[in-house]
Structure formats: C-alpha cells, structure tokens
C-alpha cells in the first residue's frame, strides 16, 4: 500500500490503515480509479490516471500530487509488491481532519494505493443480465469514478438475487446507459458495433479502447460499422449479440437478459472476435497502452 499520509509504501498488512477521520470515510468525499497489471506490465495507467483527476476536479479535490508524480508512485508501489498479475487500485480523498461536512478543516488531500494479486483470464462463457431497477446516479455522479456507490453495489446484488452476473440501467429518457461497474456494448444485426453515448455514463476506458480497435474488424469486412449513440431498449433488445465491456474482462458475453435469450442465446462470434483484439492489445500492445514495471 502507499499512503501519502504516512509519506511511503507500507509492507506491513497491519499497518495499511486509513485515518477514521478522513472525508473518504465518513463523507464519501473521494475518487478512485482502477488499472490492470497482466504479465509484468501496467496496461493504459496514463489513461486512468487522467480521468482519475477529471474524477478528482469534479469532486473539487486538488492532488498532492502532479499526474507525472502520481504516476511514479503508482509505477514504484508495483515493482515493490512483485506482483505480475493483479489490480492497481487507488483513491484520492479530501484527507483528514474533522468529522464534519465540508472539507475546510481538512489539512490536505490524501493519496491511497494498493496493488491487489488476481489471477484474472479473458471471459469466455456467456453470463445473464437483468434490467435494474436501482435508481442510477445522476449524469454528475455517474461520470465522475467517486466512492459513493451504494447505487452500484444495490444494483450489482440486485441481480445476483436473480443468478445475473450484473444489472444494466436505464438512463432518465429511457435509453440504455452502463452496469453498476462495467459499459454495455452491442452487435446490431447489421454488424455494426453499438455502444451508448457516455454523456450520462462513466467514460470506461476499456471502452475507448475497444471503439479504437474495432474498426480492424470493418476492415476485414466482419464488422460493417462502429458507432456511439443513443441506443432504445427496443434496439437493445433486438441486438444480435450484447456484452459487458470492463478492465479485467475486458468484453463479457452476455446470452441472457431479463430471462430472455439475446440472439440465438449463445456467446456471439464478432463479440469473442473485438474480446480477442482487446486482450491482445493487452498482453502484447504498443508501448502507448503497456508500461513495464522495473521489478527488481
């Protein structure tokens, strides 16, 4: 773990604590962000680190920290934990200082990390999805990746009561909007990627990613377009094949929604095809997307 408040990494389980004091604890004043570690490489570390302090801005919460420096901590912090494959976890909060509502007795903003060991893979069995019916966050709170995720973790538990993997919500014009922790992707019958516009939702970096890659598909002639849009429950409905799009899945076949089949039922063609593009890039992309760690 690292923790600005005690000024370093800290090795010792017992000693990775936060103060009960900090705004993140008892007023939900704080950001985080997520990136993946797979076989010794950070993957797109600059990218979420840029939308963790858009995250941070947003929340009016100024980093102890510049991006470069945030990102060497982050870079230093895997390299002493050795792990090669694993989740690169890390918050921003208002810090600590009082128990009361603003953060004006706050003395400074706080930085947290850790790097958690997980032996993730790339997803490959088809899982069920279910309509949400959780109030989602407002477009403020739901673009910006801050800890209050009680609607998140409502709907998540939702629909494991159900046997679904995840939920998905509905925006408050009734258009598909994300799941509680991962975006919503679709192959129309017409071949063409579909993804909902993320005015509304959390910009997932995974799904830059993926709308990036995708026009390799266009130009072998398997996939016919790639397009965001506002995307109807009918036209949502009516897809040929529909996926989970998230850091360590990264795409997640989806067969079954609201215990109705999506297509023929089965995991999709082109969805493995655009799930094989993201893990390559993955575990064998450009310098761009994958940072090296210096374990020593």
Known sequence: M??????????????????????MVHRGHGVFDTAIVIDGFIYEL???????LRSASKARI????????????????TAASQCRKGTLRYWLSAGPGDFLLSSSGCTSSAFYAVVIDENFSQCKQGVK???????????????????????????????EDKGAFASVWLDDQGYIAEGPMV?????????????PLFDKILTGCTALRL??????LVE???????????????????????????????LLPIIMWDDEPVGDGKVGELTMALSDLVWEDMV???ETQRLPVPYV
């Open 2 to 23: 690292y923790s600005s408040v005690f000024g370093g990494i800290i090795v010792d389980p017992a000693m990775m604590l936060i103060p009960i004091d900090d705004h």
């Open 46 to 52: 600059d990218v979420h680190l840029a939308r963790f």
């Open 62 to 77: 100024e980093s102890p920290f510049s991006q470069s420096t945030l990102k060497s901590i982050l870079i230093q912090l």
């Open 129 to 159: 999805a279910i309509t949400s019916k959780i109030p989602m966050k407002s477009p403020l709170f739901a673009t910006t990746k801050n800890v209050n995720y009680l609607p998140n973790v409502l709907a998540k538990m939702e629909a």
């Open 183 to 195: 975006n919503v992707a679709f192959i129309t019958h017409h071949k063409e990627l579909l993804l």
């Open 211 to 216: 709308l990036e890659l995708a026009p390799k």
């Open 220 to 250: 072998q002639g398997r996939l016919k377009g790639v397009r965001a849009a506002n995307v109807s429950v009918e036209e949502a409905k009516g897809a040929a094949e529909m996926m989970f799009v998230g850091s360590t899945l990264p």
């Open 284 to 286: 064998a992309g450009p």
